[in-house]
């Protein structure tokens, strides 16, 4: 016990020899590394979903079926009436409506088909707020296979660059929230009101039913592209909710396929009918027999 105590005596003693910039650098040396401090590091916030709903799958495919079928309708229709005109039509502007009714059902196919995209990419089915490196970072899930990754200014926007609120707000027609079929969280309101701009956006989008993905990435409107003059333009026109609009599109399609089939059916069948009766026989000519 005496050679440990004069050992610890003999280290004061040294300490207390040692120049001041000497024992500096050991009382340095002793700190943990508690006893640092740390510089300021940014806060992380791990995912929170903010807003959920179901998809619009099953009514989608329902739909596509029955724009099909319209397709198939409205050129039975046509095609009924061109051969009921066929005998009084000379050959060459036969073969033209031919084939401008064949032009047109297509045209109309896509279009309305077009519409049915539209429409089922409104449809938010997921919302999810992120904090990375101190920047907020919100995910966007879309029906149809579309994804948006919105990272968000620090500062309220300004100039012609709209705030996330204008577009939640105004631009009901790229993007639609349905409060009545979804779970929404309570902050939801809070990210939705701000006056925060986007700085930059990464949209994915899946093609569906046959589409090539230039026209996929036509049919998805980036946020970053619009003005506030734009979404002052389309106030109040984005028309009813996507499930509402995509139940019309249906609605349309089978009347037009209805109307088409049995129009040309009749017309096609009134026209045989008269082609198929005999010539008239002239007053004159019967009274000489």
């Not at 198939?72 to 050959?91: D, I, K, Y």
């Not at 309570?186 to 701000?194: F, G, H, K, P, R």
């Not at 909710?241 to 599109?249: D, H, Q, W």
Request: glycine share 8%; with cysteine.
């Amino acid at each position: 016990m005496k050679v440990v105590s004069s050992l610890r005596g003999l280290g004061r003693v040294r300490s207390k020899m040692l120049p001041p910039r000497c024992r500096a650098f050991c009382e340095a040396a002793k700190e943990t590394p508690e006893d640092i401090p740390k510089e300021d590091v940014p806060p992380e916030a791990g995912p929170r979903q903010l807003f959920s709903a179901k998809p619009l799958t099953k009514l989608a495919s329902d739909a596509e079926s029955t724009l099909s079928v319209s397709a198939m309708c409205s050129a039975g229709g046509l095609g009924a009436a061109l051969l009921g005109v066929a005998p009084f039509t000379p050959p060459n502007p036969f073969m033209i409506g031919l084939l401008i009714s064949v032009v047109q059902v297509q045209l109309a196919h896509a279009w309305m088909l077009r519409q049915l995209f539209v429409q089922q990419r409104r449809h938010v089915l997921e919302v999810i707020e992120e904090i990375k490196d101190g920047e907020t970072v919100v995910t966007v899930k879309c029906d149809g296979g579309v994804t948006r990754h919105l990272k968000l200014d620090a500062d309220a926007a300004s100039g012609s660059k709209p705030s996330l609120e204008d577009i939640a707000t105004k631009g009901s027609s790229f993007i639609f929230l349905d409060r009545k079929a979804g779970e929404v969280h309570e902050a939801l309101d809070t990210l939705l009101q701000s006056d925060r701009g986007v700085a930059s956006e990464e949209v994915q989008v899946t093609s569906i039913s046959g589409e090539s993905e230039d026209e996929s990435r036509t049919l998805v409107q980036k946020f970053t592209d619009l003005t506030r003059e734009h979404l002052k333009k389309i106030d109040g026109k984005e028309g009813p909710p996507p499930r509402e609009a995509i139940e019309g599109i249906t609605r349309s399609a089978k009347l037009t396929g209805y109307v088409f089939l049995f129009g040309g059916s009749l017309l096609g069948a009134a026209c045989r009918q008269a082609g198929d009766r005999p010539p008239a026989v002239p007053a004159e000519a019967s009274k000489r027999s």
